[in-house]
């Protein structure tokens, strides 16, 4: 039996990220995945490193944010060191772009909510004469009222991200062993092994970051995975000469100067189906923020499921009952590579999670809903 | 390299193709115009610069991408001609303003 130091179960960009850390503190590792088929957020991935929304209700996730937000440019910067191939992260801020007077004013009450809950953001709320400033080549819609801006955020390719980090596992000769889905994972006598297609594996940590295939896998090591499918629906444009230098959510602009749409929100479940009437809204509201955009061709639209956990952030546990079994989920996979590479995988290499973590634990969904 | 072939006998319309009147066959498309000019490239593209032409003539490739009567990122191969259109390369990405 192939027998490793850890095993990390999902080779999307979270169990990637961690596996990539891992192997660079010289933990001899695999990372599993499954094959074309797997239901892979990474790849319908938006592609925004983004701080400014996140972390209402729980601090902790902000903080741990804005640490990936500072990790992210010499984590880039490694990857295309190690691999030769460049995520197209760049780091200029970036915008949520207000519709009128009240989504203006809904802003500013969530940047002031947030400051007040932790003071990691620095957004600035800029009105429409700020806004154009920072981004001349636009013609902005009669109805823009301004935007938030935050100096932290940025973007990146998402599939060049997971390109990368498949790369850079080999380079620090990690196994990458793709069509090899964990079937059952057992756990006897300090060490875990993993049942999957390619025979099993045998290690003395694992490392669950297999996305919606968490669910089914976490209970037999003691872990908690309550999370639940959610679908956005983005679009793409052709490529158009530079306009937007800075990502804004839902509109950025590409390296390649494509513009992506997005994204919606709805529960159809294990649907990953377009559907025109979400299309329609995308490209309206796009139109509504920048009116040449009713020039631009469409070239591609498509759908991915979020990693979604009751409350939105992430979950990060070790079993109680398994030692060595840890546990990984989030929505925010390219955001939160950099911190996953860095910090989560330097904690499961030292054997126990730190303290700041403890916020992620799910036991959070266990207290009483008792009005 | 292209020739026309000897027993077509349908009447001609002439357009513009880089701003040079070209006699082609009514019911060609603007790509095809494009060959009869014997043009060469037909855009460059927006990612790299690299100088590219038709590749599919069917509507799949999308590698013919010219700017047709001022309009840009038009399929020239699924464009019939008319008489006076005009045809021009599409010299990288596109502007919106």
Known sequence: MRTYDAVVIGGGIVGAAIGYGLAKRRVNVAVLDEGDTALRAARA???????????????????????????????????????GIRTEYEKRGGLVICLGE????????????????????????????????????????????????CPHDGHANPL????????????????????????????????????TPAGPIAAARVVLAAGHGSAALAPALGLSAPIRPERGQILITERLDHFLPLPASGLRQTADGTVMI???????????????????????????????????????????????????????????????????????????????????AGAIADGALPARLAPFHPGRFDVSKAA | MFRRLPED?????????????????????????????????????????EKRAGYCFMGVCFDCLMVIDGEPSQQACLVTVREGMRIERQLGARRLG
């Open chain 1, 102 to 149: 009240a989504e203006l004013e809904s802003r500013r009450q969530l940047a002031l909510r947030l400051h007040n809950q932790a003071a990691v953001y620095d957004t600035e709320v800029l009105d429409r004469a700020a806004l154009q400033a920072l981004v001349p080549k636009m013609r902005l819609g009669a109805e823009v009222t301004g935007a938030s801006y």
């Open chain 1, 45 to 83: 991935n938006f592609g925004l490193v983004w701080l400014q929304s996140k972390g209402d209700g729980m601090p902790a996730y902000g903080h741990w944010t804005r640490r990936s937000t500072e990790l992210w440019p010499d984590f880039a910067a490694e990857l295309a060191d190690a691999t």
């Open chain 1, 262 to 344: 997005g994204a919606t929100h709805d529960n159809p479940g294990f649907d990953v189906s377009t559907t025109a009437d979400a299309s329609a809204k995308l490209a309206h509201r796009a139109v509504r923020i920048a009116p040449d955009l009713a020039r631009a061709r469409l070239v591609r639209t498509w759908a991915g499921l979020r990693v979604l956990t009751p409350d939105g952030c992430p979950i990060y546990m070790e079993s109680a009952t398994c030692p060595g079994a840890f546990l990984a989920i989030c929505h925010s996979g390219v955001t939160l590579a950099a911190v996953h590479a860095v910090d989560l």
């Open chain 2, 9 to 49: 006998a349908r009447a001609l319309v002439t357009v513009e193709v880089e701003g040079r009147t070209v006699a082609v066959p009514a019911g060609s498309s603007a790509a095809a115009a494009a060959l009869i000019a014997k043009l060469g490239y037909t855009r460059t593209s927006p990612a790299t610069g």
């Open chain 1, 160 to 195: 060049l991200l997971l390109k990368a980090l498949h790369a850079a596992l080999k380079s620090h000769v990690a196994a990458y062993l793709p069509d090899a889905p964990a079937r059952a994972i057992a756990y006897r006598g300090g060490s875990f092994t993993v049942e």
